[in-house]
């Protein structure tokens, strides 16, 4: 490979921090970056699970430092930026990935605006508090930095899976994350998002499949590549945007769903008799 390639993609000597690495998308967000050379703060409430995650990344030879915080408490979310610049010196890399869901409509569930709220809470207002932090800190250095958003499809798509607080929130970071991009452009902050499909492997969607029977095999017949997404998918797309091979880039979400919104969400696989020669449907 070319060096000066190999060079394009290389985050050696960066400094990330990464919310909600303690299992899931989070902690393949955080194996990317520290693969491709970064440092990495890993962050989430549950200290044994982040602290393995720590240790995990070390294995690629860079520095990684696990500091539990409620990123939804301003205090802890303060302190936990303190927490990284006093250990490494800086931020460049900032991915807002903390979040979760709860399966409540607002037609058949008024009573569940608490639940709704709370993910409002940690999916937006938190992101929104993400933001404003590491581009505090990235504007006193000077030095530029990145922030990657972690939004999803359900941010652009509708589903008939009742989450109409996880939809509009991701909306919202979506919208969030356009319009930093242009605020921060000049002083050499670049915003971007990444947006996942269906994922195996994550605890949240493990609960989802769990809960609902048939959801998994309904996310896999709406996805044009067939299979759902696997969290290794990731980490070319997060590497590529907290790369200088994304120099260029920013104010973009980019998705990473096998195809699903190129179809609108609304996709089906078709049958083999619709898509292989001499096949013929009877009846």
Same mark, same amino acid.
């Given at each position: 490979?070319?060096?000066?390639?190999a060079?394009?993609?290389?985050?050696?000597?960066?400094?990330a921090?990464?919310?909600?690495?303690s299992?899931?998308?989070?902690?393949?967000f955080?194996?990317?970056?520290?693969r491709?050379?970064?440092?990495?703060?890993?962050?989430?409430?549950r200290?044994e699970?982040?602290?393995q995650?720590a240790?995990?990344?070390r294995?690629?030879?860079v520095?990684?430092e696990?500091?539990?915080?409620d990123?939804?408490?301003?205090e802890?979310?303060?302190?936990l930026?303190?927490?990284t610049?006093?250990?490494?010196?800086?931020?460049?890399?900032?991915v807002?990935?903390a979040?979760y869901?709860d399966?409540?409509g607002?037609?058949?569930?008024?009573?569940?605006?608490?639940?709704?709220r709370?993910?409002?809470?940690l999916?937006?207002l938190?992101?929104i508090n993400?933001? &404003?932090l590491? @581009?505090?800190?990235?504007?006193?250095? /000077?030095?530029?930095?990145?922030? #990657?958003?972690? !939004?999803?499809?359900?941010g652009?798509?509708?589903s008939?899976?009742?989450?109409?607080s996880?939809h509009?929130a991701k909306?919202?970071?979506?919208?969030?994350? &356009?319009v930093? @991009?242009?605020?921060?452009?000049?002083e /050499?902050?670049?915003?971007?998002a #990444?947006?996942? !499909?269906?994922f195996?492997?994550?605890?949240?969607?493990?609960?989802?499949?769990e809960?609902?029977?048939g959801?998994?095999?309904?996310?896999?017949?709406?996805?044009?590549?067939?299979?759902l997404g696997?969290?290794e998918d990731?980490?070319?797309?997060?590497i590529?945007?907290? !790369?200088?091979?994304s120099?260029?880039?920013?104010?973009?979400i980019?998705y990473v769903?096998?195809?699903?919104t190129?179809?609108g969400?609304?996709?089906?696989?078709?049958?083999?008799?619709?898509t292989?020669p001499?096949?013929?449907r009877l009846?």
């Amino acid at each position: 490979m070319d060096p000066s390639l190999a060079q394009l993609f290389s985050l050696d000597g960066k400094v990330a921090l990464v919310t909600g690495a303690s299992s899931g998308l989070g902690v393949a967000f955080a194996r990317g970056l520290a693969r491709a050379g970064a440092n990495v703060v890993v962050t989430a409430r549950r200290q044994e699970l982040i602290e393995q995650t720590a240790a995990m990344l070390r294995q690629y030879g860079v520095e990684a430092e696990a500091c539990p915080a409620d990123i939804t408490d301003e205090e802890q979310f303060e302190r936990l930026f303190e927490r990284t610049v006093e250990r490494f010196g800086r931020l460049d890399i900032m991915v807002n990935n903390a979040g979760y869901t709860d399966r409540s409509g607002l037609r058949h569930d008024l009573g569940s605006f608490k639940r709704m709220r709370s993910v409002v809470e940690l999916d937006l207002l938190a992101t929104i508090n993400g933001c &404003r932090l590491a @581009a505090r800190q990235m504007l006193a250095q /000077g030095t530029g930095g990145v922030i #990657i958003n972690i !939004s999803s499809i359900l941010g652009r798509v509708g589903s008939e899976f009742r989450a109409a607080s996880y939809h509009a929130a991701k909306g919202g970071v979506d919208a969030l994350t &356009r319009v930093l @991009a242009l605020e921060y452009a000049r002083e /050499g902050i670049r915003v971007n998002a #990444i947006a996942p !499909s269906y994922f195996d492997g994550t605890e949240l969607m493990g609960k989802v499949f769990e809960s609902t029977p048939g959801t998994r095999d309904q996310a896999i017949s709406r996805t044009p590549m067939g299979r759902l997404g696997q969290p290794e998918d990731l980490e070319g797309a997060i590497i590529y945007l907290a !790369s200088d091979a994304s120099k260029f880039v920013t104010g973009h979400i980019l998705y990473v769903d096998g195809g699903w919104t190129a179809g609108g969400g609304y996709h089906q696989i078709a049958p083999p008799w619709e898509t292989e020669p001499g096949h013929q449907r009877l009846g």
